[in-house]
């Protein structure tokens, strides 16, 4: 196996739309408690839209319409228990989220929090998630200024 092997993840960008205003949803890491958005391996029969959608629902207790088309990617080290990091690149799939539920698999493990989307690119630490979140936004906003305009 290569040292610079990228491995891949699917990851969910949720994110709804309350009094005219976009919002997106973060969740913390069980470890380490950084917030940042669901996200997982690859699953066998599972496509990528459809396994971001089920990170959402198991990490985060969401669910709604997920794009098939990713939105984006970002490139971080994932630190495995005891073991060196791998280099991981995230797919991200917009999910407008339709059904937030009050019990979900991992609510005991995960905090989750909706924000502005520039509120969420600072809380996040790794600045290409933040760079996503603020390019995925801003036609979101334009467009949503045009239609109310």
């Not at 940042?36 to 709604?64: D, N, S, V």
């Not at 939105?71 to 937030?100: H, N, P, Q, T």
């Not at 809380?123 to 239609?147: G, H, N």
Request: proline share 6%; with cysteine; charged share 30%.
């Amino acid at each position: 196996m290569a040292k610079d092997k990228i491995f891949t993840q699917y990851g969910a960008l949720p994110f709804v739309w309350r009094d005219g205003e976009l919002r997106v949803l973060l969740i913390t890491t069980r470890e380490t408690g950084r917030w940042l958005i669901p996200k997982g391996w690859p699953e066998k029969g599972m496509a990528p839209h459809e396994l971001a959608a089920h990170e959402a629902f198991e990490e985060a207790g969401i669910t709604g319409k997920v794009a098939k088309q990713p939105v984006g990617s970002f490139e971080y080290l994932k630190r495995l228990d005891g073991k060196a990091a791998k280099r991981c690149r995230i797919v991200v799939f917009a999910l407008e989220v339709a059904l937030e539920l009050d019990d979900w698999p991992e609510m005991a493990e995960r905090r989750r929090e909706w924000l502005r989307p520039a509120e969420a690119a600072e809380r996040i630490e790794d600045p290409q998630l933040a760079s996503l979140i603020r390019a995925f936004a801003e036609p979101q906003q334009q467009a949503a200024r045009r239609r109310h305009a």
